[in-house]
């Protein structure tokens, strides 16, 4: 049983940075894949980046892709977020997420994770 607590959220103007953690217990670290999703009001829940177990690989929504930066610290159990160049359609509650026997096909999909942390609010606002 793997534990997920996120945080590091908050208020940010556009353009601006934020960076969120992830840090998990409970569970080989290095054995899950790791990934970020988020939900806007009235959307439904999206991929944004998957740091594939081992730090193999790691993987980007096209919406963020270049401004957003995944990374792992298997010392700490800790997976990070930096979200660069923010955009108000940024604004979600971002969620963290683990499996261990996740392929790589799956990894967008929520479906395929069985352990989920309670969410962060990020919001981009002038």
């Known amino acids: 049983q793997v534990q997920l607590v996120e945080s590091g959220g908050g208020l940010v103007q556009p353009g601006g940075s934020l960076r969120l953690s992830c840090a998990a217990s409970?569970?080989?670290?290095?054995?899950?894949?790791i990934a970020w999703f988020r939900q806007a009001p009235g959307n439904e829940r999206e991929f944004v980046a998957a740091?594939?177990?081992?730090?193999?690989?790691?993987h980007y929504a096209d919406s963020v892709k270049g401004r957003f930066t995944i990374s792992r610290d298997n010392a700490k159990n800790t997976v990070y977020l930096q979200m660069n160049n923010l955009k108000p359609t940024d604004t979600a509650v971002y969620y963290c997420?683990?499996?261990?026997?996740?392929?790589?096909?799956?990894?967008?999909?929520?479906?395929?994770?069985?352990?989920w942390g309670q969410g962060t609010q990020v919001t981009v606002s002038s």
């Open positions: 997420a683990a499996d261990s026997g996740i392929i790589l096909s799956s990894i967008w999909f929520e479906r395929h994770y069985a352990y």
């Open positions: 409970g569970g080989s670290f290095r054995a899950y894949t």
């Open positions: 740091s594939r177990r081992g730090g193999a690989s790691t």
